[in-house]
């Protein structure tokens, strides 16, 4: 595997290694057998946050999975400044669709019953905490009509985001407590 190989494989998967080993296992020996530098992911983690920001209001219905990939890439990453930009880019995220909104909620509670989303990231960078929360707020600050819901199954859009809405909080509490 050359270095151009292993940047491409790795830019792939988001730098994930379970699922570089889950989907292409043999490739990601080879990845590994290159025993690369830190510096030399970090710089490809730098590419992979850089496009990402740069394509996030692309489409905005698919902006929560890009928030998402952001916030495992700034978890691994640790840097301040794209925390920062990713709150900048969250600022606006009040004006995204009602589905939208809720998935971002639950991006930031986690999707596990540890609450691993993007609140976790108020362990590294716990002075942004009150910035975090008002940004939060404002994202969460809606109601569903009751002409508007969508039932499936029992559950409804309503039901959802009062269920995200609860799971932010946990997290917000848990990632927090200590400071």
Avoid at 5 to 17: M, V
Avoid at 106 to 127: H, I, Q, S, V
Wanted: with cysteine.
């Amino acid at each position: 595997m050359t270095l151009a190989e292993a940047e491409q494989f790795y830019k792939a998967y988001d730098g994930n290694s379970f699922h570089m080993d889950r989907e292409e296992p043999a490739m990601y020996g080879a990845f590994k057998s290159l025993a690369l530098s830190p510096e030399i992911t970090r710089k490809w983690d730098e590419d992979l946050i850089e496009g990402i920001f740069g394509s996030l209001w692309e489409q905005p219905k698919r902006a929560w999975s890009l928030h998402h990939r952001l916030i495992d890439l700034i978890r691994r990453n640790k840097e301040e400044r794209y925390f920062v930009r990713l709150l900048d880019e969250m600022e606006k995220m009040d004006t995204l669709d009602k589905e939208s909104k809720v998935l971002i909620i639950e991006n930031m509670a986690g999707r596990d019953l540890a609450l691993k989303g993007g609140c976790m990231l108020l362990e590294t960078f716990p002075a942004y905490a009150e910035r975090v929360d008002w940004i939060m707020n404002k994202i969460m600050d809606f109601t569903y009509s009751e002409n508007g819901l969508l039932n499936k199954m029992g559950f409804s859009q309503s039901d959802r985001l009062e269920k995200a809405k609860a799971a932010y909080r946990r997290a917000f509490r848990k990632w927090t407590a200590n400071q």
